[in-house]
């Protein structure tokens, strides 16, 4: 495609699509019609990975119609019928597989053990430590732990008067109420605090009373669950069928 040296528009930058045979992405950039193709090869290397020496460039219009190729290094990008959206399509000659520059598995990291990044003189860890920050602000720790302690003995004493056997209500936020019988009360492996293991009237739960491999009690598949004591409430409850049930 040839470059018209007179056509230069007035309007000094362009925004333009990139894309790439390497990759599917797609990037959007502002350049300035003012540099020499050879100068955008350059400045396309830090987005698309590829040699500028290596790359091919076609033109493309807004509506992805082909306009030709910028082929022609000393001229000017805006020389070239180049406007906003258009798209560049950079064609790589390197030898480089496709999808090569997707996978970041294969990128090499580097690495800093925790003796060295402790020994630096500036990082933020040491800032956060200045601060008195997230993990190293005392008083906050304190306060959240001691925040933690009072909600385990506000369950601990609901569980309390919770009793394997009793009929109950579970009412949990965003969810109908259900009926059923406590079957497990206390501390539990999957998560901390005390839990209530329930076994529902009807299959509304989401287990046979087993969580990551560990038995705390046994029911039918889906009719076993854990909430916490604040939205058990004990009393007698008559099974519900919730209409299941119901002839039509």
């Not at 990759?23 to 987005?47: D, H, P, Q, W």
């Not at 009793?166 to 005390?194: A, D, H, N």
């Not at 705390?216 to 604040?230: H, I, L, N, S, T």
């Amino acid at each position: 495609m040839e470059a018209d040296s007179y056509r230069v528009e007035s309007l000094p930058v362009v925004n333009l699509r990139i894309g790439s045979s390497l990759t599917s992405f797609i990037s959007e950039k502002r350049f300035n019609r003012g540099i020499t193709v050879s100068e955008f090869k350059c400045k396309l290397e830090l987005i698309v990975g590829s040699p500028a020496s290596c790359m091919d460039l076609e033109l493309f219009s807004p509506d992805d119609e082909f306009l030709g190729l910028l082929d022609q290094d000393d001229a000017l990008l805006g020389s070239y019928p180049v406007d906003d959206r258009c798209r560049i399509h950079v064609t790589d000659k390197s030898g480089v597989k496709v999808g090569e520059y997707d996978d970041v598995s294969k990128v090499i990291k580097y690495e800093m053990s925790n003796e060295a990044y402790e020994k630096r003189p500036e990082s933020a860890r040491l800032f956060l430590k200045r601060s008195k920050l997230g993990l190293y602000n005392e008083e906050q720790r304190a306060k959240d732990e001691s925040e933690m302690q009072e909600r385990q003995q506000e369950e601990k004493t609901l569980a309390d008067d919770i009793l394997v056997g009793s009929r109950c209500e579970v009412l949990v936020s965003g969810q109908p109420t259900k009926r059923g019988t406590v079957m497990f009360v206390g501390q539990t492996e999957f998560k901390p605090g005390y839990w209530v293991g329930l076994k529902y009237d009807e299959p509304l739960g989401k287990h046979d009373g087993s969580v990551n491999g560990k038995k705390y009690f046994e029911c039918q598949q889906k009719y076993g669950a854990f909430v916490k004591p604040q939205s058990v409430t004990v009393g007698d409850y008559p099974e519900d069928d919730y209409g299941l049930n119901d002839e039509i």
